[in-house]
T-cell receptor
Framework: GQQVQQSPTSLVLQEGENAELQCNFS?????MQWFYQRPGGSLISVFY???GTKQSGRLTSTTVIKERRSSLHISSSQITDSGTYLC????????????FGIGTLLSVKP | GGIITQTPKFLIGQEGQKLTLKCQQN?????MYWYRQDSGKGLRLIYY???????QKGDLSEGYDASREKKSSFSLTVTSAQKNEMAVFLC?????????????FGPGTRLTVL
């Protein structure tokens, strides 16, 4: 089965609304990363988040390693936030290999 | 800071053709990776190289070869392109292979096989 489950798979927001994206892991993990990707674009590392809460501007990530979950909160969404958000875990026993979720496709409308 | 460059940006091939994708990084990172991204399937690891002169198979290595020519460059070869294949190939690097090593990605090479 899927080791990294992301939800929702897609999300449509009105500009200004908040978003909460979830990532759940079926196995133990050392750390995880959140990435942002525009259609046809590169993966941009948003957070590298071994544990706890980190904030960068309107984005906040909270990871609870022992509960095998992470969330990404986007406040006051903007049209330019549209794209795919991917989470990936660094497995406990596989060195630095990343296992990716399928992503959440976010669309922010005016 | 640093950047990862991938060439070419777009690659169109014929069925059965051998195709090579190139990746360069100037982070001075030890470890480099090749991933394949298919729509609806997430990224999957093809090959990685822990350090110069090292080569390791990932989960999707069949049908591919890789070469770590020097510390800054890592190439991927599709040994025989499959008809109607479409995917994005992403190169990444990290400082080293230990745990807690953040990965940074290049812009990708988009492959289309006619």
């Amino acid at each position: 089965g899927q080791q990294v489950q992301q939800s929702p798979t897609s999300l449509v927001l009105q500009e200004g609304e908040n978003a909460e994206l979830q990532c759940n892991f079926s196995t133990s993990l050392n750390s995880m990363q959140w990435f942002y990707q525009r259609p046809g674009g590169s993966l941009i590392s948003v957070f590298y988040n071994p544990s706890g809460t980190k904030q960068s501007g309107r984005l906040t990530s909270t990871t609870v390693i022992k509960e095998r979950r992470s969330s990404l909160h986007i406040s006051s969404s903007q049209i330019t936030d549209s794209g795919t958000y991917l989470c990936a875990m660094e497995h406990g026993s596989s060195g630095n290999k990343l296992i990716f979720g399928i992503g959440t496709l976010l669309s922010v409308k005016p | 800071g640093g950047i990862i460059t991938q060439t070419p940006k777009f690659l169109i091939g014929q069925e059965g053709q051998k195709l090579t994708l190139k990746c360069q990084q100037n982070f001075n990172h030890d470890t480099m990776y090749w991933y394949r991204q298919d729509s609806g399937k997430g990224l999957r690891l093809i090959y990685y190289s822990i350090t110069e002169n090292d080569l390791q198979k990932g989960d999707l290595s069949e049908g591919y070869d890789a070469s770590r020519e020097k510390k800054s460059s890592f190439s991927l070869t599709v040994t025989s392109a499959q008809k109607n294949e479409m995917a994005v190939f992403l190169c990444a690097s990290s400082l080293d292979w230990g745990n807690y090593a953040e990965q940074f990605f290049g812009p990708g090479t988009r492959l289309t096989v006619l």
